[in-house]
């Protein structure tokens, strides 16, 4: 496991160990170092000390040829386990008393020259004797094995590996006593925090242990699981507001719709009493027409001498309203077949559409020059029977009431706007009156006069209903006087 | 080298008579004394007056002691040896060897000397018992010491605790 996942016990006490571990080990370290390098000169030292007093106690024996003394003096070292053999030498270097820890030891026959040095495995020596600074009396050989110094090193590097150990153990159980202050309030923290989480319990809150760091941290902690429970709290509030509010509305919105349902079914129901009412009564109504044009004209033909100027201009305009009558109840007529016949939705080209209309008007009305503007390429879906009517009535509306202009312009053309394709047909004649433009479309309604342009009131009616079958809609902009604009999509 | 002369050393005293040996020995432990007693220092009023060693009576040595102390010193003091034939010869003194011929005379030789810080040695038998201060005993081809402590002790002369390990101490007969 990566050393940044350990848990914090486990680190703490790791750091409190290696910590004492390696003061301890660097300790011992420079203790046995330092023992292994003075080692040698604490042996020298040793042994020359020894020496000097075994040569201070030897000099009699030795100026005065007392051997047994002087092997007595030498005696004295076998309480010494290191010490290997040592040998007195006269002046003449001979030699004078002898000491053999193994008697196989072997002892120089004559002495060397003054000194120590390692030899063998040994440390041997040769000191002088002489009482105090005087004549020198003799030699003194000692020779001792260099256990004594490595029994002290092993020994002290024991010690120091039982204090290591030792000491080892001693810091992992302090380190895991202690460790725990600082641990124990993470750890709990932790334990919070993941009880939180896992059971979304907002209520609860952390212990505080202490003053410190930790506990400004736990502290913080708490107040954040308030925070965050109180706008638990609001949120929720909010919700179920919310749903009451969500549930009201779709109440109305259902309610409204189901007012629409049925308003819509009352006008489609009303719409096609209509129509049938429509066209039963434009039929109805035509035969007394052709009854009263037809009669008018036998009159008028047959009986035109009795009738005198004022009679024949009586009949006369008879049947110029009767003929008025008849295209009010063909335009009637129209509008309810629009209502009832078959709808094909196919491409249609308007803007031909629109030049073929503008042919026909023109060659019905040589003497008045208008100036037809239409856009090329128009082209919409929908039933070419009914839009040829919707353009016819349009563009022939804009013929007309140019009629007063010095230069009557009527254009056909498309804009795009908001993502859809809206159609116009503008002119610049007499115009209306904003105020009326609810009225411009309903039937029978006319804004203008018989005696200013003539017309039954019923084409933009039909233009409408037109309209509304292919799903679009249709309106109007124009100022008295400054011309018209009708706007319409499919 | 050193083992030649070591050779030719042992040689020489080969070569010798015992005798002559012996005296060898004997007076190389004259010149040893020096370094273990400690005389009064009524007696050094000079720490470089030389120390002398006398002989009373036959000199045994021959040239032997006079080459051994020849260049040695004790401390600052050098030595120098001198012959006597009668003990009223003797004045400044501090050591005085007995020779065999005196045997005879030790008793008034010791009396003549008596409270003077003299340290007196000898060869003859009974010497520490009639109040000599060292004897010189013969055993086996050994010079052995025999210390008459008081008699030394008497005239306020040191002897070093380490000379009398290697000797004999013995208690003057008493009279």
């Known amino acids: ?490 | 080298m050193a083992f030649l002369i070591t050779v030719l050393a042992s040689a020489q005293l080969l070569v010798q008579t015992p005798r002559a040996s012996e005296h060898h020995v004997k007076a190389v432990f004259l010149f040893n004394f020096a370094q273990f007693v400690e005389w009064p220092a009524a007696n050094t009023q000079d720490m470089r007056a030389p120390l002398i060693i006398g002989i009373l009576g036959d000199d045994p040595f021959g040239s032997i002691l006079d080459e051994i102390v020849r260049g040695e010193r004790i401390g600052a003091r050098p030595f120098e040896v001198r012959r006597y034939r009668q003990v009223a010869d003797i004045e400044a003194c501090n050591l005085v060897f007995i020779s065999r011929s005196e045997v005879a005379r030790i008793p008034q030789i010791l009396e003549a000397l008596r409270n003077r810080p003299i340290l007196t040695v000898s060869e003859g038998n009974d010497f520490a018992k009639q109040g000599g201060m060292i004897q010189f005993v013969n055993d086996k081809n050994r010079i052995r010491l025999r210390v008459n402590l008081e008699a030394a002790q008497a005239v306020n002369l040191t002897i070093s605790s380490k000379l009398l390990r290697v000797a004999e101490i013995v208690r003057p007969a008493r009279r």
């Open chain 1, 1 to 490: 496991m990566a050393l940044r996942d350990w848990p914090i016990k486990r680190k703490l006490t790791a750091l409190l160990l290696l910590t004492s571990g390696l003061v301890l080990l660097l300790t011992s370290a420079a203790f046995v170092t330092y023992q292994v390098v003075t080692f040698r000169q604490t042996m020298r030292d040793n042994l020359s000390t020894r020496a000097r007093l075994l040569a201070a106690n030897s000099t009699a024996s030795l100026a005065f040829a007392n051997d047994a003394d002087a092997t007595e003096v030498l005696s004295a070292l076998k309480s010494d386990p290191h010490m290997v053999a040592a040998a007195l030498y006269d002046q003449n270097g001979h030699v004078f008393a002898t000491y053999r820890a193994d008697p196989a030891a072997d002892i120089p026959a004559t002495p060397q020259p003054d000194g120590y040095r390692f030899e063998r495995g040994r440390l041997i020596g040769f000191a002088p004797v002489a009482q105090q600074e005087n004549a020198r009396l003799g030699t003194l050989y000692l020779a001792s094995d260099t256990e004594a110094v490595s029994d002290a090193l092993r020994l002290s590097g024991i010690i120091a590996l039982a204090v290591l150990a030792i000491a080892l153990l001693a810091a992992y159980a302090l380190a895991a006593a202690l460790q725990g202050r600082i641990s124990a309030p993470v750890l709990v923290l932790a334990q919070t925090a993941a009880a939180v989480s896992e059971h979304q319990d907002y209520s609860v809150r952390a212990p505080k242990l202490g003053d410190d760091e930790l506990g400004k941290l736990t502290d913080a902690f708490n107040q954040m699981l308030g925070r965050i429970e109180e706008q638990k709290q609001e949120l929720q509030q909010y919700a179920t507001e919310l749903e009451q509010r969500v549930a009201e509305r779709t109440r109305e919105l259902e309610q409204s719709n189901e007012a629409l349902r049925r308003n819509a079914a009352e006008l489609a129901a009303s719409n096609d009493e209509l129509d049938a009412f429509a066209y039963s009564v434009s039929h109805d109504l035509r035969a007394p027409l052709r009854s009263i044009d037809g009669f008018s004209q036998v009159l008028l033909e047959d009986f035109a001498a009795q009738l005198g100027d004022a009679g024949r201009d009586s009949l006369q305009r008879v049947r110029a309203a009767s003929q008025r009558m008849a295209t009010l109840i063909d335009d009637l007529l129209k509008l309810a077949r629009v209502a009832r016949a078959e709808f094909r939705i196919e491409r249609v080209d308007l803007s031909t559409l629109a030049r073929e209309i503008v042919s026909d008007i023109q060659r019905a009305t040589p003497d008045r020059h208008v100036d037809f503007a239409i856009t090329p390429g128009l082209e919409a879906q929908g039933d070419s029977r009914l839009l040829r009517v919707v353009l016819d009535n349009l563009l022939r509306n804009g013929w007309k009431y140019t009629g007063r202009q010095l230069a009557p312009r009527v254009e056909f053309t498309a804009e795009d706007k908001n993502g859809g394709r809206v159609f116009l047909i503008r002119d610049n004649g007499a115009g209306f009156d904003m105020q009326y433009v609810d009225k411009l479309f309903g039937v029978f309604q006319r804004l203008h006069s018989a005696a200013e342009f003539e017309g039954t009131g019923v084409g933009l009616a039909t233009v409408r209903r037109i309209i509304s079958r292919h799903g679009g809609r249709i309106w109007a902009e124009s100022a008295v006087d400054q011309g018209a604009t009708f706007y319409f999509t499919l």
